[in-house]
Nanobody
């Protein structure tokens, strides 16, 4: 059974930082492209950041230079360090695991990030 469990969300003031974690089980973690997506109320889910099996990273333009994605294959965990948070970053953040060979992906349950003073 595949599980992706996110943690680290919460309430933070504008300009603050949060670190999200996503612990995976039931997959060969190192084979998967790992990504963070977010969905704000009334908006479509969007890609925030992605890291592939070679540690190549991609970011949405809106978070470049503020967010950093990393992975620890030994811990089956992907992280999203979020700095200089803005109110527009407020959303539910979802972890995604994608295996390109068979184009299969899995989602976590999401963690809420609230940016407010």
């Amino acid at each position: 059974q595949v599980q992706l469990v996110e943690s680290g969300g919460g309430l933070v003031q504008p300009g603050g930082s949060l670190r999200l974690s996503c612990a995976a089980s039931g997959i060969i973690f190192s084979d998967y492209v790992m990504g963070w997506y977010r969905q704000a109320p009334g908006r479509q889910r969007e890609l925030v950041a992605r890291i592939d099996i070679l540690d190549t990273r991609n970011y949405a333009d809106s978070v470049k230079d503020r967010f950093s994605i990393s992975r620890d294959n030994a811990k089956n965990t992907v992280y999203l360090q979020m700095n200089s948070l803005k109110p527009e970053d407020m959303a539910v953040y979802y972890c995604n695991a994608f295996w390109s060979i068979i184009r299969r992906d899995y989602w976590g349950q999401g963690t809420q990030v609230t940016v407010s003073s």
